[in-house]
């Protein structure tokens, strides 16, 4: 069993910064995936950035540049630095947990970008 827990997101202007963090406790396998998706009003989930146990990222088009992804493997943590955010970045992020056997996921954490 994983149990995750979520935090960071908020109320920002355009052009401001956020960071998500989540922390994962249980059942952690060595090779893993950690990273965040996110799901804006009335669309599917959609992947932000992951990234694995040996530190190999991956992002989505729409936040390179912007958005980084980090993990602290001692304190089975991941983040998610967000700057330059935009309007369009408005969601609630999930992050998620892989491991070869199974997915988890967070509750959720509303990132909301408006002036």
């Known amino acids: 069993q994983v149990q995750m827990v979520e935090s960071g997101g908020g109320l920002v202007q355009p052009g401001g910064s956020l960071r998500l963090s989540c922390v994962v406790s249980?059942?952690?396998?060595?090779?893993?995936?950690m990273g965040w998706y996110r799901q804006a009003p009335g669309k599917g989930r959609e992947l932000a950035a992951t990234?694995?146990?040996?530190?190999?990222?991956n992002y989505a088009d729409s936040v390179k540049g912007r958005f980084t992804i980090s993990r602290d493997n001692a304190k089975n943590t991941v983040y998610l630095q967000m700057n330059n955010l935009k309007p369009e970045d408005t969601a609630v992020y999930y992050c998620?947990?892989?491991?070869?056997?199974?997915?988890?996921w967070g509750q959720g954490t509303q990132v909301t970008v408006s002036s």
């Open positions: 990234i694995t146990s040996g530190g190999y990222t």
């Open positions: 998620a947990f892989i491991k070869t056997t199974a997915n988890y």
């Open positions: 249980g059942s952690i396998s060595s090779f893993n995936v």
